[in-house]
């Protein structure tokens, strides 16, 4: 019986060398022309998966009301109630038995002196406006780029939600699905699954350089939606701040001046680089909140491309002056 193992090999001549090689060499190159083709910078998704779509979550606007409130003070809860009320009330922006959504930016793992994140009073305040209009539930969340579970207790915004009745949700990796920003770079992208579940989105950013985009306020606040690679958009940060804010239309903005971190953002570290400004800015336009931010950060409107974009895109005014505006001061 012939073995396996004894049988010859059959001896290949120089003409089938050749085209074995050839062939081998096309299949190769056409897997690099497919995969060169058929590469994105976008994160790869499933044919089954569903994409979504971000909902519109203002409300209408109002000539009864101020469209932009800025209040000086030192009791953030004074000030934060004093900022709603001149915008309508939080019953204007909010439905009895909504389920109502706060993004802060808690990005970093730093205390609340440092002012890498939001002023956990600010959110505190919020989340108590929020229960009062009767809401479902309150839910505070951000993708942090330190670990979350540190950078929510580190920051105090953890202990700020829970006793004023919210609830922290922290994005997890199994919590992101793929939503069609319609953008001109940022289209299908990874995107935290909360803000799909609720009725009512409010921006709380705060007042921050930023070594790239020179700050990051209200427009750069919703990076902190996203999941994936998204240190990849800093190549083009400006189109994609824009992009951002086209996407997504929260229902309130109450921006945190009440620390600023004028150096060495978005990190921080140093309390040198803070400066006490004790303002709360409330308002519908991000683009002129952010505008009347600035100056908190010795910048003008044309220092920061991205607020051009915007403005081109109909998003809102950069001359904040021209809205119906009041001021006022809670000392």
Known sequence: MTSKYSRKETVMDRRQFLIKAAATCGLAAGVGVWGYVFYSNEPVRRRDEKIYTFKDYRVADSKAYATLAIVHGKNVE???????????????????????????N???????????????????????????ARVSKVWVTDVSINDPYRSFARSGIESAVEKAGGKVKFTTENDFVLTDLKGQILKIWPVSRFYHEVDKVINIPVVKHHSLSKCTIALKNWYGVLGGRRNRLHQEINVSIADLASAIRPTLTIIDATRVLKRN???????????????????????????????????KVQDVPF????????LGVSDWKTLNHVELSIW
Do not use: H
Request: overall charge negative.
């Open 265 to 299: 953002g978005p990190t921080g570290g140093n309390l040198s680089d803070v400066s006490a400004e004790d303002t709360i800015i409330a308002g519908l336009d991000q683009v002129a909140l952010d505008s009347y931010s600035l100056r908190f950060l010795d910048l």
């Open 106 to 132: 808690v990005g970093w793992d730093r205390q609340p002196e440092q002012a890498a994140n939001t002023n956990p009073e600010l959110v505190r305040a919020v989340v108590r406006l929020c229960i009062e």
């Open 307 to 314: 607020l051009e974009i915007a403005e081109k895109r109909a």
């Open 78 to 104: 004074k000030m934060t109630r004093a900022a709603i009320d001149k915008l309508g009330g939080m019953s204007r922006f909010i439905s009895p038995g909504e389920k109502v959504l706060i993004k802060p």
